[in-house]
């Protein structure tokens, strides 16, 4: 089947995640700046990090035949250090026009803190003000609830956002109607031991319908695994979905959200 894995931080993943995801019918990866499993120290960390976003992962994704494509920012696990992030922002629009740019993310929250807050709203500025789309991760767990809606009223009281180039990712039962009722895109990640596992992904599917709904893998360094969104396709299937319907969960959602961003082209295109 063709599918788009909207989000996979491949900087973490071995060349052989990429073989596997293009003989799995992968036509392209978008890869959102996170965490590296540590904070860095310096401005300059990040500079280097966003010329490896930039230049080297479309390298390694071109030789199996896939697009590789990358969002910017400065994590919400780094936000604590709100003059780092300054630095870290200030940088990011000298990126803005390489290629594989869709826009800024994934931003968000960690721990609902004052200083994540603040630097979440510098950063929803930077795509307002650059006419960037955003790409949001919402806190884990018992978190998740209270953070999402958080981000939900920064986004709301900026007026230069549109809420259909917003996503708003790692959704479960308990958030994704509160994204969809805002008119945003909700993005359902497919983690072995939290977030959503397969079968949860698809019940929420078949409460809520197809509109505005991506899965993604979200694969790093952690438990999780790059395969996760063909493998709940197959999942959809055994259920009774039919192929058209899961055809627009997998690949023609998240193309037709991506593609709000002109640099978001197919191999063909």
Avoid at 105 to 121: A, C, D, P
Avoid at 204 to 213: A, D, F, K, P, V
């Amino acid at each position: 089947m063709n599918y788009i894995e909207p989000h996979a931080h491949m900087v973490s993943r071995v060349t052989d995640d990429y073989e596997r995801m293009a003989l799995a019918g992968c036509r392209a990866i978008c890869e959102p700046a996170f965490w590296a499993g540590f904070d860095r120290s310096s401005v300059a960390g990040f500079f280097d990090y966003f010329s490896q976003l930039t230049e080297h992962e479309p390298k390694r994704a071109a030789k199996f035949g896939l697009k590789h494509f990358c969002w910017l920012c400065i994590n919400s696990k780094e936000a604590e250090d709100v003059k780092l992030a300054e630095e870290v922002i200030a940088l990011i629009p000298q990126f803005l026009n390489r290629p594989n740019v869709l826009g800024i993310g994934e931003i968000g929250l960690n721990k609902n803190s004052r200083n994540e807050m603040r630097v979440l709203e510098m950063q929803v500025n930077l795509a307002a003000t650059h006419n960037q789309m955003i790409l949001v991760h919402t806190p884990h767990l018992e978190d998740k609830l209270k953070g999402t809606r958080l981000i939900l009223d920064v986004l709301k009281n900026d007026r230069r956002i549109k809420p259909g180039r917003v996503i708003i990712d790692h959704v479960e039962e308990h958030t994704v109607e509160m994204v969809l009722d805002a008119g945003m895109w909700a993005g359902m990640t497919l983690y072995p031991e939290t977030k959503c596992t397969p079968a949860r992904a698809i019940d929420i599917l078949e409460i809520y319908g197809n509109e505005r709904l991506w899965l993604n893998s979200a694969c790093d360094w952690g438990v999780s695994d790059p395969l996760a969104v063909p493998k709940t396709a197959l999942e959809m299937k055994r259920r009774g979905h039919l192929a058209a319907a899961i055809e627009k969960v997998v690949f023609k959602n998240p193309k037709s959200f991506l593609s709000q961003s002109p640099n978001f082209k197919l191999a063909e295109e």
